[in-house]
């Protein structure tokens, strides 16, 4: 009897140990055996049995490993990380989208972009219409356009920038939105003129903007006038356009003088479109890097100029030639603070028949010389040219003087004194003073004829 009951529990033990044995041996070579040739370690598919995904895998999924053993794991979005895969660790991003869009609008979203831009969407606000963000992104805007547009703009817009704008006009339109713009001031925009919506794309926020393009009187090429004269005599818009457009704002015989009696502010920071002029002035020891002599053959003086404007007076002069056989030079390009200084108390002195009538005859001098500090000269940005076989003041009646007229903005530079501005600029029409600002500036400048004043009040 002893020995039967000895039998029956050895044969369970037996039974058991072969079971237990059989059941490794399946876990070991055939239930884990498809994870194993996936790539996965021991450890690994230790893992994905603790958090039932050993079924849930078909492939290596590394960016579900980084989930798995990151301190910032979170078990509510293994499906997300199941569903947002790469070869990074985004696990915290990951969480964080989990918070905006449910598993489903994941997976919508999966299906027009890749992993990539979608944990970019984690720099962005939820998009709360997908639809109109996905109609953005099969047209080829940008990451950044489709989410700003989608999240700012009704879907009426949307259809607009799909069926007319492209992403440059795109780009222009959130341009007016970060500036603070209204959607329904910039379709006013646009429908007032798609050019003027292209050209003026970054201008700086402007209260009475809205009024002034709304006015069926409104011209653009008055836009800085309208907002110096509302700036000026507190009036409303319509006034401010009524008034301009009559001209009222203009002064045919400005004092030249008062225009260094203002405000003086110093202008520390270079740029293409800087503002140097009697109220914006440079320091004593302001000098701009990357000055270079121009060769021989564009030049009448050795006098250098900034890099940039060198090489387009070289490609501009080359232009003028081929066209009207005629050859542009460089008269004077930087002059220095002490130069400039010495150069206008020369000036003043040539001018001043009587010592009692210094004091007016410097006033004539200011329609049309710099004192130091407010002389473009010293940017490296200004020149003086001339034709060649000419005197520089005899540039108005030279053939090149009418070419420089049609294609200067072509090449980046401005007629940085032109006539009836004189009110503006503070000097009097000077047909040889160009100035250096760049293409788009040039161009947006001899489009709507403004001076350089005016462009910077609009956008600098």
Same mark, same amino acid.
């Given at each position: 009897m002893k020995n039967k009951t000895k039998i029956t529990i050895l044969s369970v033990v037996v039974a058991?140990?072969?079971?237990?044995? @059989?059941?490794?041996?399946?876990?070991?070579?055939?239930?884990?055996?498809?994870?194993?040739?996936?790539?996965?370690?021991?450890?690994?598919i230790k893992l994905l049995h603790q958090y039932d995904l050993a079924e849930k895998v078909d492939h290596y999924h590394q960016s579900l490993l980084y989930a798995l053993t990151s301190k910032?794991?979170?078990?509510?979005?293994?499906?997300?990380?199941?569903?947002?895969?790469?070869?990074?660790d985004y696990t915290s991003i990951i969480n964080q989208l989990a918070d905006k869009?449910?598993?489903?609008?994941?997976?919508?979203?999966?299906?027009f972009l890749d992993v990539q831009d979608i944990i970019e969407l984690d720099d962005y606000d939820k998009i709360e219409n997908l639809t109109d963000f996905k109609t953005l992104i099969n047209n080829g805007y940008t990451l950044f356009s489709a989410v700003t547009l989608t999240n700012s703009v009704d879907s009426e817009t949307i259809r607009l920038f799909t069926a007319e704008l492209n992403q440059q006009k795109a780009d222009n339109y959130i341009s007016y939105l970060q500036k603070g713009y209204t959607p329904e001031i910039i379709n006013k925009l646009h429908s007032l003129s798609v050019d003027i919506f292209n050209n003026i794309a970054g201008i700086n926020y402007f209260k009475q903007l809205d009024g002034l393009i709304s006015n069926s009187?409104?011209?653009?090429?008055?836009?800085?006038?309208?907002?110096?004269?509302?700036?000026?005599?507190g009036c409303d818009e319509a006034e401010a356009i009524d008034d301009v457009n009559r001209n009222l704002d203009f002064v045919e015989e400005p004092d030249f003088e008062s225009f260094y009696t203002g405000e003086i502010f110093i202008v520390n920071e270079f740029s293409l479109t800087m503002l140097v002029n009697k109220n914006h002035q440079l320091k004593q020891d302001f000098v701009p890097e990357n000055l270079v002599e121009i060769p021989g053959d564009y030049r009448e003086h050795s006098q250098p100029l900034y890099q940039e404007v060198a090489?387009?007076?070289?490609?501009?002069?080359?232009a003028c030639y081929a066209d009207c056989d005629r050859r542009?030079?460089?008269?004077?390009?930087?002059?220095?603070?002490?130069m400039e200084d010495s150069l206008?108390?020369?000036?003043?002195?040539?001018?001043?028949?009587?010592?009692?009538?210094?004091?007016?005859?410097?006033?004539?001098?200011?329609?049309?010389?710099?004192? @130091?500090?407010?002389?473009?000269?010293?940017t490296g940005l200004a020149i003086d040219v001339l034709q060649k076989g000419y005197s520089h003041q005899e540039f108005a009646d030279c053939k090149s003087s009418d070419w420089m007229n049609d294609h200067a903005h072509e090449y980046g530079f401005i007629l940085r004194y032109p006539p009836a501005k004189a009110f503006i600029t503070g000097y009097y029409y000077i047909s040889y003073h160009y100035r250096y600002v760049g293409v788009k500036p040039a161009t947006i400048m001899k489009t709507y004829n403004w001076t350089l004043e005016e462009y910077n009040l609009l956008f600098n």
């Amino acid at each position: 009897m002893k020995n039967k009951t000895k039998i029956t529990i050895l044969s369970v033990v037996v039974a058991i140990l072969t079971i237990s044995l @059989a059941g490794l041996l399946y876990l070991t070579f055939i239930k884990d055996s498809k994870l194993k040739a996936m790539g996965y370690t021991y450890d690994e598919i230790k893992l994905l049995h603790q958090y039932d995904l050993a079924e849930k895998v078909d492939h290596y999924h590394q960016s579900l490993l980084y989930a798995l053993t990151s301190k910032d794991f979170q078990q509510k979005n293994l499906d997300y990380y199941l569903l947002l895969e790469s070869q990074m660790d985004y696990t915290s991003i990951i969480n964080q989208l989990a918070d905006k869009y449910d598993l489903q609008q994941c997976q919508t979203l999966l299906q027009f972009l890749d992993v990539q831009d979608i944990i970019e969407l984690d720099d962005y606000d939820k998009i709360e219409n997908l639809t109109d963000f996905k109609t953005l992104i099969n047209n080829g805007y940008t990451l950044f356009s489709a989410v700003t547009l989608t999240n700012s703009v009704d879907s009426e817009t949307i259809r607009l920038f799909t069926a007319e704008l492209n992403q440059q006009k795109a780009d222009n339109y959130i341009s007016y939105l970060q500036k603070g713009y209204t959607p329904e001031i910039i379709n006013k925009l646009h429908s007032l003129s798609v050019d003027i919506f292209n050209n003026i794309a970054g201008i700086n926020y402007f209260k009475q903007l809205d009024g002034l393009i709304s006015n069926s009187n409104f011209k653009i090429n008055n836009l800085a006038r309208y907002i110096w004269y509302i700036q000026e005599f507190g009036c409303d818009e319509a006034e401010a356009i009524d008034d301009v457009n009559r001209n009222l704002d203009f002064v045919e015989e400005p004092d030249f003088e008062s225009f260094y009696t203002g405000e003086i502010f110093i202008v520390n920071e270079f740029s293409l479109t800087m503002l140097v002029n009697k109220n914006h002035q440079l320091k004593q020891d302001f000098v701009p890097e990357n000055l270079v002599e121009i060769p021989g053959d564009y030049r009448e003086h050795s006098q250098p100029l900034y890099q940039e404007v060198a090489d387009a007076f070289i490609t501009m002069s080359d232009a003028c030639y081929a066209d009207c056989d005629r050859r542009i030079l460089v008269y004077s390009g930087y002059r220095s603070y002490d130069m400039e200084d010495s150069l206008y108390q020369t000036i003043v002195a040539a001018n001043t028949s009587a010592e009692e009538a210094e004091l007016e005859d410097q006033v004539i001098v200011d329609s049309f010389a710099a004192r @130091a500090g407010a002389s473009e000269h010293q940017t490296g940005l200004a020149i003086d040219v001339l034709q060649k076989g000419y005197s520089h003041q005899e540039f108005a009646d030279c053939k090149s003087s009418d070419w420089m007229n049609d294609h200067a903005h072509e090449y980046g530079f401005i007629l940085r004194y032109p006539p009836a501005k004189a009110f503006i600029t503070g000097y009097y029409y000077i047909s040889y003073h160009y100035r250096y600002v760049g293409v788009k500036p040039a161009t947006i400048m001899k489009t709507y004829n403004w001076t350089l004043e005016e462009y910077n009040l609009l956008f600098n």
